[in-house]
């Protein structure tokens, strides 16, 4: 199977991408196939100390910017519940960016846009035994929509919609459980 473009993303060339990453020392920055990022996620959330925090930035409407919502001091069972809950829809969407991380650590996996990824880790070894297991390669420059894109044929993101639900109501959902704002001081 090739690569697996997300719902909300649109880039030329996708054809000729593959999932790759490369180290630079604690740091692992990649692409990742659709179908290999709720993988990735879930290795990670096993890979990492407890307390685990799930990240999630969503796009403003009015601007530019992001609002960033963090759900801190979670179990892995917490971590998990949230991959298999709303993973389908936080993969698919394409404004959105997301992640888990320790609080005891400062391990953390983050899915930027146009499918790129970056980890922030010290078992470097470990993550990138996770990875190969994916079938994700080690290459000197992992590949990137951003070299496919031309004013003829520019990519895009888009918000997508996953069984009446859309990114935007997982802060809300989660609030109780203890999801909040960030906010900058």
């Not at 685990?52 to 917490?78: H, P, W």
């Not at 993101?157 to 001081?185: F, H, K, N, Q």
Request: proline content about 3%; glycine content about 10%; charged content about 25%.
């Amino acid at each position: 199977m090739g690569f697996l473009i997300c719902q909300g993303v649109n880039s030329p060339d996708a054809d000729k991408l593959s999932s790759g990453y490369k180290t630079e020392g604690s740091s692992i920055n990649g692409i990742i196939s659709a179908d290999l990022m709720g993988k990735l996620a879930e290795g990670f959330i096993d890979l990492v100390d407890d307390p685990v925090f799930f990240l999630l930035e969503l796009a403003r409407e009015d601007s530019d910017g992001y609002d960033i919502y963090y759900l801190d001091n979670c179990t892995k069972q917490v971590a998990h519940a949230i991959m298999e809950r709303y993973g389908e829809l936080l993969i698919q969407d394409g404004l959105s960016r997301f992640g888990f991380g320790s609080n005891s650590s400062e391990e953390e996996l983050y899915f930027m846009d146009y499918q790129e990824f970056m980890i922030y880790t010290q078992k470097t070894k470990a993550a990138e035994k996770l990875l190969g297991g994916l079938g994700i390669q080690k290459t000197a420059k992992p590949d990137s929509m951003w070299e496919h894109f031309s004013e003829d044929a520019p990519g895009s993101l888009s918000s997508v919609e996953v069984e009446g639900e859309t990114v935007y109501d997982i802060p809300e959902a989660l609030e109780e459980a203890g999801m909040y704002r960030y906010e900058e001081e």
